[in-house]
């Protein structure tokens, strides 16, 4: 296993690590809200939190749909989370270009699961030096994914993630293999559960996604047993009102009984 170390936390060592936010931008006021709640229950319940969210959906189902205030708003938006809160960030990069400018502010580079067999844009995150979670794309085999680590190692960055979110199981539908992990572990690096992306509908509403949301708890639950290192899920205040993902978003008032419990999972397989 090679561990990640990102500010004070470190990813696979043993410990289990949170990364959580809404899944777009949506205000300034709306996001520094959602990354103080996070981090005042993350410190209540002792797990190390990277507040996530992106300045750009690139791959939302219709034109019309919501896509976030872009990378210049965005980045100074999460820059000031980062300052005024003392957590770390993360957000998701679409073109190469995109990667130096996200690389001065946030802590950890996201690679789009559709994205993540794009050999210039996972190059181009690599040659940052920050770490990289690339999402396992929802066509890919598990054991693909050591070409999509062996592209960012050609840039002599090793500081990777690899992140679980379902695969494709017909039309609008995602199933979430548990094998997976394992063999994403297999690969030698830390290992990642989005469990809310795990549980979307793709274009399941016609013009947006749907989700399955009663899941949440019982797929968290699996997959801290299961030894991941980190659990990724999109958290919202009002999950109905959110701009994307609202359906297979986590109500933020379920975060922290949930958070004790996969703690105590995790604490009785170490």
Not at 24 to 46: K, P, Q, W, Y
Not at 148 to 175: C, D, H, P, Q, W
Not at 243 to 259: F, M, R
Request: net charge neutral; with cysteine.
């Amino acid at each position: 296993m090679d561990p990640v170390h990102v500010g004070n936390i470190t990813i696979g060592d043993g410990d289990l690590v949170l990364i959580a936010g809404p899944c777009v931008i949506e205000s300034r006021d709306h996001t520094r809200f959602m990354a103080r709640s996070l981090a005042e229950i993350t410190r209540r319940t002792g797990i190390p939190l990277i507040f996530k969210a992106s300045f750009d959906k690139a791959n939302r189902t219709s034109v019309e749909s919501y896509r976030g205030p872009g990378i210049e708003e965005g980045l100074d938006i999460l820059s000031e989370i980062k300052q005024d809160l003392g957590i770390a960030v993360t957000t998701d990069i679409h073109e190469p270009r995109q990667a130096s400018k996200a690389a001065q502010v946030v802590d950890i580079i996201q690679i789009p699961a559709f994205l993540c067999r794009q050999t210039d844009l996972l190059v181009a995150a690599g040659e940052t030096g920050k770490p990289v979670n690339v999402k396992k794309g929802q066509f890919l085999a598990p054991w693909d994914m050591a070409h999509a680590v062996r592209k960012i190692e050609t840039t002599g960055n090793t500081r990777i993630l690899l992140t679980e979110r379902g695969s494709s199981f017909g039309y609008n539908n995602l199933v979430c293999d548990l094998r997976s992990l394992g063999f994403l572990r297999g690969l030698n690096k830390p290992v990642v559960l989005d469990v809310t992306h795990s549980l979307q509908l793709p274009g399941g509403k016609g013009t947006s996604s749907s989700g399955n949301r009663e899941f949440i708890a019982p797929l968290a639950r699996a997959g801290v047993a299961f030894g991941v290192d980190v659990l990724f899920l999109e958290v919202h205040d009002h999950p109905e009102q959110a701009k994307s993902d609202g359906p297979n978003s986590l109500p933020l008032g379920d975060l922290e009984p949930l958070l004790k419990q996969v703690l105590q999972i995790h604490k009785a397989i170490v």
